[in-house]
């Protein structure tokens, strides 16, 4: 119905465990939806598929990098979930891929998923601040990522 936004720099803060966490995203395309959903955009052109896994399998995550990775895969939907969240807070929100290849939309959450938002945000947010938790403690090693 209408772009809100192309190209736009957005910048949030995070309350985590070790400390606020200042993100800034550039998203490509903010859009409200003919139903009145806002919605985020992000341009793909490669054939992975970067979408985290079931929200009910990101809750019961036993958390390690490496279960982080095989589940969540890439924060970037459900950071941008979580900033439309506060920002649109009476109005329906989803983020989605849409792959510039296929012309295909990966929403999330997807018409399947029947969570609350703050559900969904408390999902991804425990794997984030076990994340950003490690990376800050010097105490904690760095050890290559496995290759996907």
Same mark, same amino acid.
């Given at each position: 119905?209408?772009?809100?936004?192309?190209?736009?720099? &957005?910048?949030?803060?995070?309350? !985590?465990?070790?400390?606020?966490? @200042? &993100?800034?995203?550039?998203?490509?395309?903010?859009?409200?939806?003919?139903?009145?959903?806002?919605?985020?955009?992000?341009?793909?052109?490669?054939? @992975? +598929?970067?979408?985290?896994?079931?929200?009910?399998?990101?809750?019961?995550?036993? !958390?390690?990098?490496? @279960?982080?990775? +095989?589940?969540?895969?890439?924060?970037?939907?459900? !950071?941008?979930?979580?900033?439309?969240?506060?920002? &649109?807070?009476?109005?329906?929100?989803?983020?989605?891929?849409?792959?510039?290849?296929?012309?295909?939309?990966?929403?999330?959450? +997807?018409?399947?998923?029947?969570?609350?938002?703050?559900?969904? @945000?408390?999902?991804?947010?425990?794997?984030?601040?076990?994340?950003?938790?490690?990376?800050?403690?010097?105490?904690?090693?760095?050890? +290559?990522?496995?290759?996907?």
């Amino acid at each position: 119905k209408e772009v809100l936004y192309i190209e736009k720099k &957005f910048e949030d803060q995070l309350a !985590l465990s070790c400390g606020p966490i @200042n &993100f800034a995203y550039r998203v490509d395309r903010v859009d409200r939806m003919a139903d009145g959903t806002i919605m985020i955009l992000d341009y793909k052109t490669g054939s @992975n +598929d970067p979408m985290p896994k079931k929200i009910q399998e990101i809750e019961l995550l036993e !958390l390690s990098r490496t @279960n982080i990775l +095989d589940k969540v895969v890439s924060f970037q939907i459900p !950071l941008y979930f979580n900033y439309l969240d506060k920002t &649109f807070k009476d109005q329906p929100i989803s983020a989605a891929y849409y792959n510039l290849r296929t012309l295909e939309i990966d929403k999330f959450p +997807d018409h399947k998923m029947n969570f609350e938002r703050a559900q969904i @945000n408390a999902a991804f947010l425990r794997p984030l601040d076990f994340i950003m938790c490690e990376i800050l403690d010097r105490q904690t090693p760095f050890f +290559d990522a496995p290759q996907r």
